[in-house]
């Protein structure tokens, strides 16, 4: 489901935040869009707090003349996403500097993908336009396609031996 993002100002808490909206042509023609978002959007919330996720502040069900339907508030992230990043300013820098930025970006993605992980949550957009680099350095993991059915199954404890594989008869 495609998610607009747009800067809007919370003049209640003096901030800029990001709304993902779905568009009213998608939300008609889409069974179930508004719930779907919504559980997208509670299942993120459960990241709240983790330096490596967009933060999902809210949920509300918007009636303007600018957009009727759900909407999810998100943390503002100053910056742009890796594949802007990639075709906009990548072509700035020699090869060798990309290949650090590159291995800088992936471990951060990796480490907020890992802790939804450990809690139950996938991403199922996972794309360097869900990828965003903060004009601070910092990385983060957006977009609101959280998905949280999936449980891990707990690490099997070591038995403190190895276990081969039966004989074939040979030696």
Known sequence: MAIETLIA????MDRRV???VVGERQLRGTPGAAEILGDEARTGGKLLGHPRVVAVLDLLDVGSGLHRGPAV???HVDGCDVAEWISEHSLRVDAATRQRLGLYIAPEATEALSEA???????RDSK?????CATSG??????SAWHGSWRPSPAPAPSGRTTL???SGTT
């Open 73 to 75: 508030v998100m943390e």
């Open 18 to 20: 990001a709304l993902g």
């Open 128 to 132: 360097p336009q869900n990828t965003l």
């Open 117 to 123: 992980h450990k809690i139950g949550v996938l991403h």
């Open 138 to 143: 910092r990385v983060e993991v957006a977009d």
């Open 9 to 12: 100002d919370d003049t209640l």
């Open 165 to 167: 594989p039966p004989s």
